[in-house]
């Protein structure tokens, strides 16, 4: 099991930039594919950015392909967002979780409290 802890939101103007971080508990971080999802008020929950394991892999939702950067430092159990040329859209909780199995949205099992992302106009 792993126990994840995000931090790094705030407010922001629009064309900032943000950097998330996602602390992980436990000593098999490298074996959980990782991944950064967001839910707005009123909408659905979606998944922005996934990371295999090893790091070789990843994936964007298109709207935040060119501007969002996912990575992860296995060595110190911590996975990251970078995200650039923000707009008030991007305004959510933003949450980490990470899965054992596939990247796909609906494989994660563990979940992060969220942190929150306020862009301004």
């Known amino acids: 099991q792993v126990q994840l802890v995000e931090s790094g939101g705030g407010l922001v103007q629009a064309g900032g930039s943000l950097r998330l971080s996602c602390a992980a508990s436990?000593?098999?971080?490298?074996?959980?594919?990782m991944g950064w999802f967001r839910q707005a008020p009123g909408k659905e929950r979606e998944l922005v950015a996934a990371?295999?394991?090893?790091?070789?892999?990843?994936y964007y939702v298109d709207s935040v392909k060119g501007r969002f950067t996912i990575s992860r430092g296995n060595a110190k159990n911590t996975m990251y967002l970078q995200m650039n040329s923000l707009s008030p859209e991007d305004t959510a909780v933003y949450y980490c979780a990470a899965t054992l199995g596939t990247m796909t949205a609906s494989a994660y099992d563990y979940w992060g409290q969220g942190t929150q992302v306020t862009v301004s106009s």
């Open positions: 990371i295999s394991g090893s790091g070789v892999l990843t």
């Open positions: 436990g000593r098999t971080f490298r074996s959980y594919g």
